[in-house]
Protein backbone atom coordinates (compact mmCIF):
# COMPACT_ATOMS: atom_id res chain seq x y z
CA UNK A 1 0.00 0.00 0.00
CA UNK A 2 1.39 3.90 -1.24
CA UNK A 3 1.39 5.94 1.79
CA UNK A 4 2.66 9.77 0.77
CA UNK A 5 3.47 12.17 3.97
CA UNK A 6 3.93 15.04 3.37
CA UNK A 7 5.79 18.09 5.85
CA UNK A 8 7.36 21.09 5.87
CA UNK A 9 4.95 23.70 5.66
CA UNK A 10 4.18 26.69 7.57
CA UNK A 11 4.04 30.37 8.08
CA UNK A 12 6.30 32.49 5.60
CA UNK A 13 6.51 36.28 4.80
CA UNK A 14 6.16 36.87 1.26
CA UNK A 15 9.33 36.39 -0.58
CA UNK A 16 10.28 34.23 1.56
CA UNK A 17 11.28 30.56 1.06
CA UNK A 18 9.99 26.99 2.05
CA UNK A 19 10.64 23.45 1.43
CA UNK A 20 8.14 20.79 1.01
CA UNK A 21 8.96 17.08 1.59
CA UNK A 22 7.17 13.85 0.54
CA UNK A 23 8.26 10.55 1.93
CA UNK A 24 6.78 8.09 -0.70
CA UNK A 25 7.00 4.29 0.95
CA UNK A 26 4.71 0.74 0.32
CA UNK A 27 6.32 0.46 -3.33
CA UNK A 28 8.96 0.40 -6.03
CA UNK A 29 8.14 3.43 -7.95
CA UNK A 30 10.32 4.07 -10.71
CA UNK A 31 7.49 3.81 -12.98
CA UNK A 32 5.46 6.50 -11.05
CA UNK A 33 5.20 10.60 -11.35
CA UNK A 34 5.20 12.51 -8.39
CA UNK A 35 3.23 15.24 -8.58
CA UNK A 36 2.65 18.36 -6.07
CA UNK A 37 -0.76 19.98 -6.40
CA UNK A 38 -2.60 22.94 -3.87
CA UNK A 39 -6.01 23.65 -2.52
CA UNK A 40 -7.15 27.18 -1.60
CA UNK A 41 -10.10 27.96 0.87
CA UNK A 42 -12.80 27.74 -1.87
CA UNK A 43 -10.85 26.59 -5.12
CA UNK A 44 -10.79 23.55 -6.87
CA UNK A 45 -7.44 21.82 -6.20
CA UNK A 46 -5.11 22.51 -8.56
CA UNK A 47 -1.52 21.28 -10.50
CA UNK A 48 2.04 22.82 -9.27
CA UNK A 49 4.79 20.81 -11.01
CA UNK A 50 5.66 17.27 -11.49
CA UNK A 51 8.63 14.61 -11.67
CA UNK A 52 8.93 10.80 -13.19
CA UNK A 53 10.72 9.37 -10.88
CA UNK A 54 12.72 7.23 -13.44
CA UNK A 55 14.35 10.14 -15.16
CA UNK A 56 13.86 13.19 -12.45
CA UNK A 57 12.37 15.16 -15.66
CA UNK A 58 10.30 18.07 -14.47
CA UNK A 59 7.25 20.10 -15.10
CA UNK A 60 5.48 23.90 -13.87
CA UNK A 61 2.46 25.11 -14.05
CA UNK A 62 2.77 28.53 -15.40
CA UNK A 63 2.12 30.68 -12.37
CA UNK A 64 5.21 28.95 -10.08
CA UNK A 65 7.63 28.44 -12.73
CA UNK A 66 10.97 29.92 -12.10
CA UNK A 67 9.93 29.93 -8.59
CA UNK A 68 9.22 26.61 -7.83
CA UNK A 69 11.76 23.35 -7.96
CA UNK A 70 10.38 20.12 -7.65
CA UNK A 71 13.28 16.99 -7.51
CA UNK A 72 13.49 13.98 -6.09
CA UNK A 73 16.10 11.87 -3.53
CA UNK A 74 15.53 7.99 -4.72
CA UNK A 75 17.49 6.79 -1.79
CA UNK A 76 15.26 8.55 0.41
CA UNK A 77 11.99 7.90 -1.80
CA UNK A 78 11.37 11.60 -0.98
CA UNK A 79 10.00 14.24 -3.56
CA UNK A 80 10.87 18.01 -2.85
CA UNK A 81 9.60 20.97 -3.41
CA UNK A 82 11.30 24.04 -3.30
CA UNK A 83 9.40 27.36 -2.93
CA UNK A 84 11.71 30.77 -3.14
CA UNK A 85 9.72 34.09 -3.91
CA UNK A 86 6.36 33.21 -2.20
CA UNK A 87 3.30 35.38 -2.74
CA UNK A 88 0.50 35.37 -0.48
CA UNK A 89 -1.77 33.62 -3.32
CA UNK A 90 0.34 30.54 -2.58
CA UNK A 91 -1.08 30.28 -0.09
CA UNK A 92 -2.95 26.96 0.57
CA UNK A 93 -2.95 22.98 1.24
CA UNK A 94 -0.43 21.37 -0.74
CA UNK A 95 -0.52 17.84 -1.35
CA UNK A 96 1.80 15.30 -2.60
CA UNK A 97 0.66 12.83 -4.93
CA UNK A 98 1.41 9.53 -6.94
CA UNK A 99 0.28 8.29 -10.32
CA UNK A 100 0.63 4.25 -10.47
CA UNK A 101 2.46 2.96 -13.33
CA UNK A 102 2.16 5.87 -15.43
CA UNK A 103 3.03 5.45 -19.83
CA UNK A 104 0.62 8.84 -20.62
CA UNK A 105 2.37 10.87 -23.44
CA UNK A 106 2.84 14.19 -21.59
CA UNK A 107 2.98 15.17 -17.88
CA UNK A 108 -0.29 14.22 -15.64
CA UNK A 109 -1.42 17.42 -14.74
CA UNK A 110 -4.68 16.23 -13.65
CA UNK A 111 -6.39 15.28 -10.20
CA UNK A 112 -7.63 12.24 -11.61
CA UNK A 113 -4.17 10.98 -13.37
CA UNK A 114 -3.06 10.61 -9.66
CA UNK A 115 -3.39 7.19 -7.52
CA UNK A 116 -2.10 8.04 -4.35
CA UNK A 117 -2.45 10.94 -2.09
CA UNK A 118 -0.99 12.35 0.98
CA UNK A 119 -2.88 14.32 3.90
CA UNK A 120 -1.57 17.53 2.75
CA UNK A 121 0.42 20.53 4.58
CA UNK A 122 -0.17 23.92 5.17
CA UNK A 123 1.22 26.68 3.63
CA UNK A 124 0.25 30.07 4.58
CA UNK A 125 2.27 33.18 3.04
CA UNK A 126 1.91 36.70 4.65
CA UNK A 127 1.64 40.01 2.79
Known amino acids: QVQLVESGGGLVQAGGSLRLSCAAS????????MGWFRQAPGKEREFVAA????????YYADSVKDRFTISRDNGKNTVYLQMNSLKPEDTAVYYC????????????????????WGQGTQVTVSS
Open 26 to 33: GRTFSRYV
Open 51 to 58: VTWSTGST
Open 97 to 116: AATGAYAGAWYPVRTNNYLY
